[in-house]
Structures are given as C-alpha cells and as structure tokens.
C-alpha cells in the first residue's frame, strides 16, 4: 500500500471518504501517499520483497476483478482506533455505503460514532454534507477519480486508507511498498471461504481477506499502524458487493438541505497551493 503510512485522529473516516473530509487533517494513509507523507527510503541498500507467490497471485487476480469494474457498490462495517493525547486508544465504529462509476463519479455515505457524512463527487466537483451538524462544502477537483485523489493529497493533505480499491490498478496500489507478504490460511468471514494474506511494510502491516469464489472479492482489511504510539489498527469487513450494476444517475447529485450551512474546504499549511 503506498499510502498507508501516517496515522491520525480522523481514520475512521477511510475507505474514500477520508478524501472528501472538510478539514485539511490527514488521514490514515491508503496505498496513494506513504510517499509524500512520509520519508523517503534509503536508495543505498535496495531490499528486494520477499512475497509469497500464491499470496501475490491471489493479491493480482483480486485487483483484476476490480480494475475491470465499470461500476460496483459495497458496504463496509468499520472499526478504527482514535489516539488521545493521553496515549489511550478509543475503539470507535461506523458504516459506510459506497457507490462507483469510474472514470468519474462516486456517492458515499458515512454513519459512525462519532461523525455522519455523505459525499458526491462528479467529473469536476466534490460535495461533501455533513449531515449531523448541518454544514457543507463543495471543492473543483479534477475531472477523473484518481487524478482527484491526487489532487486532494497533494493539495489538502488527504490521505485514503482504502483508496486502493478506487484505484484504476488497485493491485499496484496494494503491493507498491511490502516488503513480505504470506498466506496465512482460511476463514469464514460473513458465511464465505476467505483467504487471509498477511503483508509487512517498513510503516505499517497490513492483511486481507479475499473471496474464494470466482469474485475474488476483499472480504476484509486490517491495517496496524506500527510506527504510531499504541500501535493503533483500523479494520473494514466489506459486505454486498455488486460488481457493474445498473445505477440510477441521480445517486451522483448532491441533496443538499435549503437550511444547512456552505463552509470551505481548508489546505494545510506548507501544502501545494
């Protein structure tokens, strides 16, 4: 994962929805931003990866049922440590819906503990509603999903947990930076045969479930973030995957409440401008 290196308060947020918060506050990284968020690796000594073959096999032919998706929905039950400046961890949870029509077009919603949210980005805009405390804010972005994540990263120091899944090579994205990565073995996870793959990265470990059926879908994902205090993990079970359904174009136009109030997106400071 290349973005998967920098954990921070908001990481309940992932799975996309990290990159449409309005806030310039990073976010646990997904495979996209380890390298603008974090140091740069030694080039004096290159550690080739040791990667099992079947755990990289599996891993590729994954991230071709995705590559060659048009469209698919998904569900995910999220679980995510927050960091308190005391150094405990508060376990809290939430649920996301999300809806893709590549190359330009994503609806996500966002119920959890602690923060509500829906968010539609289309060719050109995202709108992000944050429908617990009535604000929200739109931002002109690229016209495509991936050149739109860069944007965000590179621009308001977003970083995507998850963003791997939107990525038009989501197996580069996934393996960009292991350095190991084995087949643990089989699990039943939500009534289906999984493979569990585990992966270590220098920042973070990661591991996956994947579907044993001819989907070979992520059932799950795990991500520790061994480098931060408390070694903090963030975890998503995916359920209801459709791959290339039919969806109705209105589920991409924002709904915004007459009496919710417009804020602006902010960048960090010493970011691009």
Not at 46 to 57: G, N, R, T, Y
Request: aromatic residues 10%.
């Amino acid at each position: 994962m290349e973005l998967s290196s920098n954990f921070s308060s908001l990481g309940f947020f992932v799975f996309v929805i990290a990159l449409f918060i309005i806030s310039g506050t990073g976010v646990p990284g997904s495979p996209d931003s380890a390298a603008a968020q974090t140091p740069a690796p030694s080039t004096s000594t290159e550690i080739k990866p040791v990667i099992d073959p079947a755990a990289d096999k599996l891993l590729k032919e994954m991230g071709a049922v995705l590559a060659k998706a048009k469209a698919f929905t998904v569900s995910a039950d999220i679980n995510f440590d927050r960091l308190m400046p005391s150094g405990l961890l508060i376990k809290y949870a939430g649920a996301v819906n999300l809806t893709v029509q590549r190359p330009d077009k994503v609806y996500a919603s966002f119920i959890g503990d602690i923060q509500d949210r829906k968010i539609w980005y289309t060719a050109g805009e995202i709108t992000v509603l944050d429908t617990e405390n009535g604000f929200y804010g739109a931002l002109p972005t690229p016209k495509t999903i991936e050149e739109t994540m860069d944007f965000l990263m590179r621009d308001y120091g977003m970083t995507i947990p998850l963003a791997d899944i939107l990525s038009a090579d989501p197996y580069k994205a996934f393996i960009t930076n292991a350095a190991a990565g084995v087949v643990v073995g089989e699990s039943t996870i939500n009534n289906k045969s999984c493979t569990h793959l585990a992966f270590v990265q220098k920042y973070i470990d990661w591991q996956i479930w994947i579907s044993d059926g001819a989907d070979k879908l992520p059932c799950k994902l795990v991500i520790n973030y061994k480098t931060v205090p408390g070694g903090p993990q963030y975890s998503a079970e995916f359920s209801r995957w459709s791959i290339n359904p039919s969806i109705d174009p209105s589920v991409f136009k924002a709904e915004i409440p007459a009496e919710a109030v417009k804020i602006d997106f902010l960048k960090v400071q010493g970011m691009a401008k």
